[in-house]
Each structure stands twice: as C-alpha cells, then as structure tokens.
C-alpha cells in the first residue's frame, strides 16, 4: 500500500426527516450542484459540484442515496 493511496470513505450521514437530497441546477448556465434541501425552510445546504455522471454516482454513494434525486431550478 502506498502513501499516497485512496481508501474507500464510509458513508456519511444525512437526517432524511429534516433533509432531501436534490440536484440545483441554473437556469442561466446549467451548472448542477448536489446537496440537500431542508424540509422545513426550503434552504439549500451545497455539498458538490457535478460535471458529469460520474460526479453524481459520487453524491449518491457517499451519502447512500437510492433511485432518482429531483432537480430545482
């Protein structure tokens, strides 16, 4: 094993009573950011840039999310 190596992170933690994964994306530019939406308030808590698909098998990996996230705009 080297120095430098990766090791798998175990997932982390979300409150899905008070939280609900979702996909931000701008109408302007099209840029899509991961993150959750806080049910109560509706505020937008940012965790990741996506570029592509792989960045979004990421997010939902990291966080142990299954099926379909919604998108906002």
């Known amino acids: 094993m080297g120095l430098f190596s990766k090791k798998p ?3 982390e933690r979300f409150d899905p009573a008070r939280f609900t ?3 931000r994306s701008s109408i302007c ?3 899509k ?7 109560e308030t509706g505020r937008f808590l940012e965790v990741m840039l996506i570029r592509d698909g792989s960045d979004l098998e990421e997010f939902k990996h990291r966080y142990g999310i299954d099926g379909e996230i919604d998108t906002i705009y």
Do not use: D, H, L
Not at 33 to 39: D, L, S
């Open 9 to 11: 992170k175990p997932a």
């Open 21 to 23: 994964p979702v996909i």
């Open 29 to 31: 530019t099209g840029e």
């Open 33 to 39: 950011t991961a993150g959750f939406r806080e049910k």
